[in-house]
């Protein structure tokens, strides 16, 4: 038998009103962003040495960020979901952390630890001459200690999806736990996997707090375009304005990429 129609409802005007409001105060900004680019003379702006530099130094930094959350956020992730041991709920509140920490806070917290005088920085610069505060290696850390969450969430929930029966039957036939990983287990979350690192490397794209606050303002090194759009604001708002496209842009294809899975809409 088909199904019955859906019958349409009437929305009230206490939620219709509000709803379009708060529709209208998300959209219209964007909108506005729209309105003001310079098109005419966007190729230009986008040959602008300035621009390139930071768009480039980003899209570096950005990549290898969630290169390092890979490396270590799988490993927290499958420890989250498939170890049970004491303390299990208190790592993964201190793994979430980031995601409601203010990004300036998080800078400072990174000083203090990889800083000349920080807990460890000191120790690293005295014993292999290694600074992280104020170089690109020092955005890619602040990127990562931001996008990392971002990425756990994702694969611990695929994992907890998992039918985990086909580990055991990997075990039953001999293989050994890395052979059943890698074979069995990242084959079934590859797309928790895939959708946490595209999270991970838009956050990583988009950090300004952090990044600012450990690795400086320094064009070409550490200057990101967050961190361009912020100073272009002061002397040059159509540059300003050209950097925020880009962001939007990767914004939108990200979310377009993910709308499947993190989206409940039809």
């Not at 962001?247 to 993910?258: E, I, K, Q, R």
Request: hydrophobic share 60%.
């Amino acid at each position: 038998m088909r199904a019955a129609p859906r019958r349409r409802r009437r929305v009230p005007a206490a939620l219709l009103v509000p709803a379009i409001a708060g529709l209208a105060f998300l959209v219209l900004p964007l909108i506005g962003l729209l309105v003001r680019a310079p098109w005419s003379t966007m190729p230009q702006r986008l040959a602008e040495p300035e621009v390139l530099q930071a768009l480039w130094l980003s899209l570096r930094t950005a990549t290898a960020a969630t290169a390092v959350c890979l490396v270590f956020g799988v490993p927290i992730a499958w420890l989250l979901a498939r170890v049970d041991f004491p303390g299990r709920g208190l790592v993964r509140a201190l793994v979430t952390v980031p995601l409601v920490l203010p990004p300036v806070v998080g800078g400072v917290a990174l000083l203090l630890v990889f800083g000349r005088g920080g807990l460890i920085g000191s120790w690293m610069e005295d014993t292999f001459g290694i600074g992280l505060p104020f170089t690109t290696a020092g955005v890619v850390v602040a990127m990562a200690f931001v996008a990392m969450p971002f990425l756990v969430v994702s694969v611990e929930g695929a994992l907890r999806g998992a039918d985990e029966r086909y580990e055991e039957a990997a075990a039953t036939l001999g293989a050994g736990r890395w052979t059943a990983f890698t074979r069995v287990t990242l084959p079934l979350i590859a797309p928790g996997v895939a959708a946490g690192a595209v999270l991970s490397w838009a956050r990583a794209l988009g950090e300004f707090g952090a990044t600012i606050t450990f690795a400086g303002n320094f064009p070409g090194r550490t200057q990101t375009m967050p961190i361009a759009v912020y100073l272009a604001l002061e002397t040059d708002l159509e540059a300003a304005i050209v950097l925020s496209l880009i962001l939007l842009a990767v914004s939108v294809v990200v979310l377009a990429g993910l709308r499947d899975r993190w989206t409940a809409a039809p």
